[in-house]
């Protein structure tokens, strides 16, 4: 029997058994690798905000600044849906059209149209911004005007919006009734842009 042999055994257990033990205690102190953070925009007042989707605010945010005004259709009759006399009496049977927009909690409206005359009802009317007034995430008021020489001006239709909540591919779009129930249909065209 090799008793030399034999006495090398418990070195190279030992020596093992440091090896391992240097892999165990170097492996316990690696430090866990961070997730992935995601970045975005975090403002409400963007329409293309990512609020609930992302870790942290990168200064991505993109604002939609108002470039034009659309009313796509309205009621063909001053009255109640198909009946009733057209907008103008005798001179013009087309509607002339005002439209104002303001923030609900605002005194004045930012916005007043020079007045479209002789408008069909399915016809688009269509006004220029004349300043780049900056969408932002709150409700909207907006009425219609037909323009008459006398007697009053006739409500064409009215309604509320949230200008961020109706915002989709640079239009914000908006519904709005006068008191029998006919609709009538708010464009608003924007750029996004970073605010300057």
């Given at each position: 029997?090799?008793?030399?042999?034999?006495?090398?055994?418990?070195?190279?257990?030992?020596?093992?058994?440091?090896?391992?033990?240097?892999?165990?205690?170097?492996?316990?102190?690696?430090?866990?690798?961070?997730?992935?953070?995601?970045?975005?925009?975090?403002?409400?007042?963007?329409p293309?905000?990512?609020?609930?989707?992302?870790?942290?605010?990168?200064?991505s945010?993109?604002?939609?600044f108002?470039?034009?005004?659309?009313?796509?259709?309205?009621?063909?009759?001053?009255?109640?849906?198909?009946?009733?006399?057209?907008w103008?009496?005798?001179?013009?049977?087309?509607?002339?059209?005002?439209?104002?927009?303001?923030?609900?909690?605002?005194?004045?409206?930012?916005?007043?149209?020079?007045?479209?005359?002789?408008?069909?009802?399915?016809?688009?009317?269509?006004?220029?911004?004349?300043?780049?007034?900056?969408?932002?995430?709150?409700?909207?008021?907006?009425?219609?005007?037909?323009?008459?020489?006398?007697?009053?001006?006739?409500?064409?239709?009215?309604?509320?919006?949230?200008?961020?909540?109706?915002?989709?591919?640079?239009?914000?779009?908006?519904?709005?009734?006068?008191?029998?129930?006919?609709?009538?249909?708010?464009?608003?065209?924007?750029?996004?842009?970073k605010?300057?």
């Open positions: 029997m090799d008793f030399n042999r034999m006495k090398m055994k418990p070195k190279y257990i030992i020596l093992i058994g440091i090896f391992i033990s240097g892999i165990i205690v170097f492996d316990s102190c690696r430090k866990e690798e961070a997730p992935l953070r995601v970045g975005g925009c975090n403002d409400p007042d963007s293309v905000h990512n609020i609930g989707n992302i870790d942290y605010d990168d200064a945010c993109l604002y939609g108002i470039t034009g005004y659309e009313i796509a259709y309205h009621p063909q009759y001053d009255n109640a849906a198909g009946t009733g006399s057209d103008d009496l005798l001179v013009a049977t087309d509607a002339d059209l005002i439209l104002r927009i303001k923030q609900d909690t605002a005194a004045g409206y930012f916005f007043e149209s020079f007045e479209q005359t002789d408008q069909a009802h399915n016809d688009t009317a269509k006004w220029g911004s004349p300043f780049e007034y900056k969408l932002v995430n709150t409700t909207y008021v907006w009425d219609l005007y037909d323009v008459d020489l006398t007697g009053g001006d006739d409500l064409v239709a009215q309604g509320t919006f949230n200008a961020i909540d109706n915002a989709s591919n640079g239009v914000v779009t908006a519904i709005g009734y006068n008191p029998y129930g006919d609709s009538t249909e708010l464009r608003i065209t924007y750029d996004l842009r605010d300057p």
